[in-house]
């Protein structure tokens, strides 16, 4: 069985500040953005580079809020639906009426999921188009793909399962794997391992960092960054 490492020196935050600094990271994919700030490890990125993406988000209301964000970026592309291998429609399940906004994500393709929530009658399901994740590549006319990004409550081993490693050989890839099972879990770990990824184990994610990726320059500005970072966390701790 493949292990992923548990590392708390290792941080996807650091890892994009280091890989764009080198200026590794230009072309990206998001499988669900969301609104493209709640949550999202990117925003403090995309909002200062300019960095091409491909946003995928089956909540129309929500992709929206993420294009007025952006609305004067015109190398960002948006679709407003989901991935899937084999369906042009699929269901989507949401909550009717959200507590707090933070339940806005709570969006799935698979109606397990929310199965306490379904329970008290509080699903909304409705159908999104949806379409496999390298034809939304292809629409897209990108060659290149350095960063993989992806939450899907869920369904984020079946996203990466449409990858086309072969083709695209992203420099990170992040997903969420805490609603995975066992097998799918262990099958995603395998999946990156056989496509040269290490991968390290998070809270709720995994982070997976191309091997021949890993090199001195990089070594060295990711320590520098993670230092300064840690120095100016206490900074403030002494402060406050």
């Not at 188009?129 to 990004?149: G, N």
């Not at 079946?158 to 890839?173: A, R, Y």
């Not at 997903?175 to 995603?188: G, M």
């Not at 091997?211 to 070594?219: D, L, M, V, Y």
Request: a positive charge.
């Amino acid at each position: 069985m493949i292990k992923s490492t548990q590392n708390n020196l290792i941080t996807f935050h650091y890892l994009l500040k280091t890989f764009n600094h080198l200026k590794m990271i230009n072309f990206f994919i998001q499988v669900g953005a969301h609104d493209g700030i709640m949550h999202d490890p990117l925003y403090p990125f995309l909002s200062k580079n300019e960095w091409n993406g491909i946003l995928i988000e089956p909540q129309k209301n929500m992709l929206n809020k993420f294009q007025d964000r952006y609305k004067n970026r015109k190398n960002l592309l948006y679709y407003a639906f989901a991935v899937h291998p084999n369906y042009s429609k699929v269901k989507l399940y949401t909550i009717k009426t959200p507590r707090n906004y933070s339940q806005t994500g709570w969006a799935t393709i698979l109606s397990d999921k929310l199965s306490n929530e379904k329970k008290k009658n509080k699903i909304e399901t409705y159908l999104v188009r949806a379409m496999p994740l390298m034809k939304v590549v292809e629409k897209s006319k990108f060659k290149i793909i350095d960063l993989l990004q992806i939450d899907t409550e869920g369904f984020d081993y079946e996203v990466l399962k449409m990858f086309d490693f072969q083709l695209f050989k992203p420099i990170l890839v992040q997903f969420e794997y805490i609603h995975l099972s066992k097998e799918d879990y262990e099958n995603s770990l395998r999946l990156l391992s056989k496509n040269g990824y290490i991968t390290i184990k998070k809270k709720n994610d995994i982070i997976a960092i191309k091997k021949n990726r890993i090199n001195t320059a990089f070594i060295f500005y990711y320590l520098l960054f993670r230092i300064k970072g840690s120095i100016k966390s206490r900074i403030r701790l002494n402060y406050n």
